[in-house]
């Protein structure tokens, strides 16, 4: 059974820091694209950022760029999502997802579009002060 596990959500101040960590369980992540996606109350599910298998290749909504970076570590079958500089409208909670369907494809693609990825976690929350 695939499990992911995201932590590290939180209240901080507007200004501060957090680094989410998705664990995943149940399958090796090594071929599967991984994302991050939140949602605010009362809005749609939005894209956040996400990483290509190659660990080197990312892309990020703009309303985050600059501001937050993805990462993966294979060999721990984790993702992370270092967040600097955190605003009141980043208040949501973030989820992860794998898109493991998409093995075929070069290791430097990458995907922003929520259908493609079929496992996803349960949430964690973070909250932003202002």
């Known amino acids: 059974q695939v499990q992911l596990v995201e932590s590290g959500g939180g209240l901080v101040q507007a200004g501060g820091s957090l680094r989410l960590s998705c664990t995943v369980s149940?399958?090796?992540?090594?071929?599967?694209?991984m994302g991050w996606f939140r949602q605010a109350p009362g809005k749609e599910r939005e894209f956040v950022a996400t990483?290509?298998?190659?660990?080197?290749?990312?892309y990020y909504a703009d309303s985050v760029k600059g501001r937050f970076t993805i990462s993966r570590d294979n060999a721990k079958n984790t993702a992370y999502l270092q967040m600097n500089n955190l605003k009141p409208e980043d208040t949501a909670v973030y989820y992860c997802?794998?898109?493991?369907?998409?093995?075929?494809?070069?290791?430097?693609?990458?995907?922003?579009?929520?259908?493609?990825?079929?496992?996803w976690g349960q949430g964690t929350q973070v909250t932003v002060s202002s």
């Open positions: 149940g399958r090796t992540v090594t071929r599967d694209i």
């Open positions: 997802a794998a898109d493991t369907a998409s093995y075929y494809t070069p290791n430097a693609y990458y995907t922003a579009d929520s259908r493609d990825y079929d496992y």
């Open positions: 990483i290509a298998r190659s660990g080197i290749n990312t």
